[in-house]
């Protein structure tokens, strides 16, 4: 009777090893230690160019805990990251709502969205140096105009795409237009909310590394720029990898926030409201 029962549950511990085997998490865990060997064993042969991540490790500590060069350079740059995104975020989401209940303010505002949201950041930045300087005024500029554009355009088609049934209604049940944007426009355009200010905080990043390379004033850009200069690779991919990891957390915390706040999607229900 016991070796029946051990060899029914053989198949299926064999089965939920294979099953654990195949999830996404073993997965990913399978794909960067593979890609972390094979990135030791040539970043070892090519140390110039590509260092290793053993080195890159080293180096990591040093920059945070010896000389805290990345920690200061990343107090730098999130104060002007951070106020310029608030604003971005609330002027965008606000304009991308009146654009797409307002059709004379769709209108009006429309080709000035589209020709800034389409214009490269990088173009504007010797004018902006001109009209506000440099160092956080700078910083403040580049993150809002690079954020702001996204937001308006994808909260507004958004709130446009709310089934119209649902919006005539709440028109039937003589609902106001603010209850109807708070229980029917708002519930309903919330997944392009989100992805409108995932797409903006991303932009927002590469805005202001961008402004402080092109700029080369203080902060996470200047630091890549001086540790390029004297050829330190194993240093200059700590900063590289800090952005990365960074944007990688302000993406999973917009989701968490997403997820929390329309779980009839995650339901699969598609209930709004």
């Not at 965008?92 to 004379?104: E, I, K, Y």
């Not at 590469?206 to 540790?227: H, K, N, P, Y």
């Not at 960074?246 to 917009?254: D, E, P, Y």
Request: proline share 5%; glycine share 6%.
């Amino acid at each position: 009777m016991e070796e029946t029962a051990s060899l029914d549950r053989g198949p299926t511990v064999l089965a939920r090893t294979i099953r654990a085997a195949r999830s996404p998490r073993a997965i990913r865990i399978a794909s960067v230690i593979m890609v972390l060997i094979v990135w030791e064993i040539f970043g070892r042969a090519n140390p110039l160019f590509t260092s290793y991540p053993t080195a890159i490790a080293s180096a990591a500590v040093d920059l945070l805990f010896g000389e805290a060069e990345l920690i200061e350079a990343f107090g730098v740059t999130l104060p002007g990251l951070a106020a310029g995104y608030l604003i971005a975020a609330s002027v965008g989401v606000t304009l991308g709502f009146a654009m797409a209940a307002n059709r004379t303010l769709d209108i009006a505002l429309d080709p000035y969205v589209t020709a800034l949201y389409a214009t490269p950041r990088i173009t504007l930045i010797p004018l902006l140096v001109l009209w506000v300087g440099i160092d956080f005024k700078l910083r403040l500029a580049i993150v809002v105009l690079s954020a702001i554009f996204p937001i308006i355009i994808n909260v507004r088609d958004g709130a446009k795409v709310v089934h119209r049934v649902l919006v005539d209604v709440a028109r039937c049940f003589s609902a106001s237009r603010w209850q109807t944007f708070r229980t029917v426009t708002l519930p309903g355009s919330l997944p392009f909310l989100f992805v409108a200010l995932r797409i903006g905080a991303q932009r927002a990043i590469i805005g202001v590394i961008v402004a402080e390379m092109t700029s080369a004033i203080a902060g996470t850009g200047r630091l890549l720029l001086d540790l390029a200069q004297f050829f330190q690779t194993d240093r200059l991919f700590v900063p590289i990898l800090a952005i990365g990891f960074f944007s990688i957390l302000v993406t999973w915390a917009l989701q968490r926030l997403h997820d929390t706040l329309t779980p009839w999607e995650r339901l699969g229900t598609g209930r709004i409201g």
